[in-house]
């Protein structure tokens, strides 16, 4: 039976120590910065978030781009030439052109390498949520399982991977045309926060807005408590963009205290989620019952 190697993007919000533990690989995107285009590399340090960050602090705007088709050649066929099937998983196709770029490459490399098998999963999430469904896509083939077999599990399992996000100010989702100018303006006069979350086709948006920081950050713990299941063999993901280690360690102990998870892990949002979400943000992670919810049907 042939390898399969796991790829994911730089949307999915994985470490290097993650993405070396479960063996998976992933394909860049890109920033762009003053008409300065650098890939969106997860490998990046303490410092290099705060200097993103800061820059979106002190009034610039980055932008990104989705993967291009030379990079996603580049990783497919490194893998490819050494015998292995490929399943990527990429960022909701909501939010990114990704995955069907990739789509499109896999069927011409399929005539290229006829023996091969490419899967394409949309993930109908991103961030660490994208990740996740990349950890567990890699865990299910290392368990002997085909490209095939591993894609059907995702596409089966991506629905009961949950995600809640509230974003410190509303001025980032407004520049990326996440919410209207105005709704912005009144939002941050009035100190209310959005509760992001990912919807069952892959839609990313505020389905619920609450006033207050302190009280976002609780809604967030609350709602994941109230969709997670086999909650004490879970690991609950903690992603923020740039947050005080005070207010981590706070949140942390609010997951405790909510949630008998297994374990928590603490990451940072990464530059492409982080372009659009802005510092300050928060977001959690978990597994639980099916994401049946649709906005703009509820």
């Keep these: 039976m042939r390898k399969v190697k796991i790829i994911t993007d730089s949307c ?3 470490t290097p120590e993650l993405m070396d533990r479960y063996d998976i690989d992933y394909a860049q995107m890109n920033t762009v910065f003053n ?10 340090k303490e410092e290099d978030v705060k200097k ?14 989705q993967v291009p088709v030379e990079e996603f050649n580049r990783v497919f066929v490194k893998y490819l030439d050494d015998g292995y099937d490929i399943v990527y998983i990429g960022c909701s196709s909501k939010q990114s052109g990704s995955v069907n770029t990739a789509s499109v490459l896999a069927k011409k490399l399929a005539e290229e390498y006829p023996e091969a098998k490419i899967r394409c999963i949309n993930s109908l999430r991103a961030s660490v949520g994208e990740g996740l469904l990349a950890i567990k896509a890699a865990e299910y083939a290392r368990s002997g399982k085909t490209a095939d077999e591993t894609a059907d599990y995702i596409n089966e ?8 996000c509230t974003a410190h100010t509303l001025d980032y ?11 912005a303006f009144f939002g941050n006069l009035l100190g209310v926060k959005p509760i992001i979350i990912a919807d069952a086709a892959g839609e990313q948006a505020a389905f619920k807005k609450v006033k207050g920081r302190a009280s976002s950050l609780s809604e967030l713990v609350s709602l994941l408590k109230s969709h997670i299941t086999d909650t004490e063999n879970q690991t609950v993901y903690l992603a923020h963009a740039d947050c005080r280690r005070e207010e981590i360690e706070e949140i942390k102990e609010m997951i405790r205290r909510e949630i008998p998870c297994k374990d928590i ?3 940072t949002i990464g530059p492409i989620i ?6 300050e943000a928060v977001a959690i992670f978990a597994f639980g019952d099916e994401q049946t919810f649709r906005i703009g049907e509820n």
């Design 157 to 164: 399992q991506r629905n009961h991977l949950h995600q809640f």
């Design 265 to 267: 892990y603490v990451t």
């Design 52 to 65: 993103f960050y800061d820059i979106m602090r002190n009034g610039g705007r980055i932008t990104t781009t």
């Design 274 to 279: 982080g372009a659009s979400i802005g510092p």
């Design 35 to 44: 008409g300065q285009t650098s890939p969106a590399d997860l490998a990046w």
């Design 12 to 14: 999915s919000d994985l």
């Design 173 to 183: 989702l407004k520049r990326a045309g996440r919410v209207k100018a105005s709704s």
